[in-house]
């Protein structure tokens, strides 16, 4: 089981460097630098600025000086929020970024999994084909339609939350709710056909035939068998839900992780567009290393491999 | 196609391609004609979906904004098709090391969110619409690839393959003539999603402020010019919104439908 986890992790090492280098060359073949601003530096303090920043160094050296920095956690500093490192907006946006997933996850799982079970539990009926009808269309909404929809009909017809930034719980309620549908859809026809499929197998079967009553065989082993293509789907959960917090928390003004790199990427501002992206590579592998840990826990066949 | 939701989806689609390919005629006035006797104005008689703050017609600017959503949305997912299915296809086919290489680059491109990756590659490119449409092509192949790759490992086992290779065909003949008409449906059926993730993504990014920006209308620059004035006049929005979520939903439905349709064994989601 180590061996697993440590073969998992070592695999990521080579990724990451892979991640940094092609957006550290992404980065240096956009044209316009971060300081092409409309007022001209003159040429001296421009040689000065370029210098800090190893702007004139050639590419090949600001790589070296980058993954050196890399190594030492150092991030670089903001070029657009002078004075500040990217490491301390990271810092300061990843928690906040985080609190909204997590519970965007809670929102999407809870929804998801009782719609799927509901669902699965009357196969064909009228409350089935609607929940699976209102599934497309919740993975079939845009994250931004979805919001300002809730804005409109939540914040400015019915003045029941607020419609931006984020300075309580209240402020979490509308944001959580955008950013959980989709994968409720998700997990809701995951849910249903994972245990129309189950429902089938022979130790249900079994399990009926023994005389367990109807609510223990579903809890304990339909559902327990049940759940690992929702398991499965927590990876590209953690890749849809940094996507969406992009648009989230720019239409809602989070000041998240989300928000910065949107505004990075309007000002070119090099170093901070480069650490979100690794952080986020980062999160991802770890959040597939977690599935894969996870399934081995819960499925004794996969820890034989 | 009985299916009642499936046939409202192509009729939709289909209003949508014609609205598109007749904007010029259909347009009660030009897309960029300002009326400063107008100002964002409500939905009426004059103005079907009412004004934006320059007074210019929010229907026409719709329609033409028709024409170019759906253009790259086709486009880029026709491009991502020829890409993917190529590489897939050729993955399957050969197996081995290769197969194995290339679906290691695969993955590399699929440790980042997609997302990410289409915003990184179209701050590279200053032109809007070609960064666009490199950006979404290059990002969504890959998809591609895994799809049909897994369609070609399927087929690669069939009896009448294994037949033409003892025949002596070639392999490029066998991939053009058995494997491809045979891996048809799955390829439509792809293409019908890969068009609505593309207007997807471009309207999420125009949205941002990323993708194509006024005066050139898309859907989602439409919807990011309204969303600045959504308090008091969400007309502005809602509408853009509105026509985004209809077609991402048709083409969904049709996906659906069609894949029902072209594989019986596949059960029903």
């Given amino acids: 089981m180590l061996r697993f986890i440590i073969r998992r992790v070592l695999w990521g090492v080579p990724v990451l460097l892979i991640v940094s280098s092609i957006t550290f060359g992404i980065l240096h073949v956009v044209p316009g630098g971060p300081f092409d601003q409309e007022k001209k530096l003159p040429p001296e303090i421009q040689a000065n600025v370029e210098a800090k920043y190893h702007l004139d160094q050639p590419v090949w050296r600001q790589y070296v000086l980058y993954l050196q920095g890399l190594l030492r956690g150092d991030l670089g500093p903001s ?37 799927g079970i509901f669902a699965a539990s009357h196969p064909g009926s009228g409350w089935d084909r609607f929940l699976m009808f209102l599934s497309t269309t919740g993975i079939a909404i845009p994250n931004f339609v979805l919001s300002t929809a809730l804005i409109l009909l939540f914040s400015n017809l019915l003045h029941l939350f607020p419609p931006a930034l984020w300075e309580g719980p209240r402020y979490l309620v509308l944001p959580a709710f955008s950013l959980a549908l989709l994968p409720a859809a998700y ?19 079994a399990a009926q035939a023994r005389g367990l009553s109807r609510f223990h065989v579903m809890l ?64 991802i592998i770890l959040a597939n290393l977690m599935v894969d840990i996870l399934y081995a826990v819960m499925d004794p066949r996969v820890r034989l491999e | 196609m009985i299916n009642p939701i499936a046939a409202s989806s192509a009729a939709w689609i289909l209003a949508i391609c014609l609205s598109a390919v007749l904007a010029p005629y259909l347009a009660p006035y030009p897309y960029d004609a300002q009326d400063n006797q107008h100002l964002l104005e409500a939905p009426g008689w004059k103005h079907l979906v009412g004004t934006d703050a320059l007074g210019r017609d929010l229907f026409s600017r719709l329609l033409y904004g028709t024409r170019l959503s759906l253009s790259i949305g086709i486009l880029t997912a026709l491009t ?19 197969d194995n ?63 033409a290779q003892a025949l002596g065909m070639s392999h490029t003949r066998i991939l053009l003539r058995h494997i491809l008409p045979n891996a048809m449906g799955p390829l439509i059926v792809t293409l019908t999603f890969r068009i609505p993730a593309a207007i997807l993504a471009e309207s999420t990014l125009s949205f941002v402020g990323i993708g194509i ?35 991402i939903l048709a083409f969904n439905f049709l996906g659906d439908s069609l894949r029902d349709t072209l594989d019986p064994e596949r059960r029903p989601a």
Avoid at chain 2, 225 to 235: C, I, L, R, S, V
């Fill in chain 2, 101 to 163: 290489g290339l679906m290691r680059g695969v993955d590399v491109v699929y440790a980042l969110p997609d997302l990410l990756l289409i915003i990184l590659i179209k701050m590279m490119i200053v032109q809007d619409l070609l960064g666009i449409f490199l950006a979404l092509s290059l990002v969504s192949w890959v998809t591609v690839a895994r799809i049909i790759r897994g369609e070609v490992l399927r087929l690669r086992e069939s009896a009448y393959v294994e037949a």
């Fill in chain 2, 213 to 247: 920006h006024p005066p050139m209308a898309s859907w989602g620059s439409l919807a990011q010019e309204g969303w600045a004035a959504m308090k008091f006049y969400p007309h502005l929005i809602i509408f853009p919104s509105l026509t985004i979520f209809l077609t």
């Fill in chain 1, 79 to 115: 070029y657009k929020y002078l004075g500040r490192s990217v490491s301390d907006i990271i810092r300061d946006t990843f928690l906040v970024s985080t609190q909204l997933g997590l519970v965007a996850i809670m929102i999407a799982m809870i929804l998801g999994i009782t719609a």
């Fill in chain 1, 187 to 205: 997990i809701a026809r995951l849910m249903r056909s994972s245990i129309l499929e189950v429902i089938k197998k022979e130790y249900i079967q």
């Fill in chain 1, 220 to 283: 304990k082993h339909v559902l327990k068998n049940s759940m690992t293509p929702v398991i499965s789907y927590l990876g590209p959960l953690a890749a849809t839900l940094v996507t969406g917090s992009f648009v989230v928390e720019f239409i809602f003004s989070i000041p998240g992780m989300g928000k910065f790199f949107i505004t990075a990427v309007t000002n070119r501002d090099y170093p901070l567009i480069m650490g979100v992206t690794l952080v986020y590579a980062v999160l």
């Fill in chain 2, 80 to 98: 991502a098709m020829l890409i993917g299915s190529l590489y897939g296809a050729v993955s399957g086919y050969v197996g081995g090391w290769l």
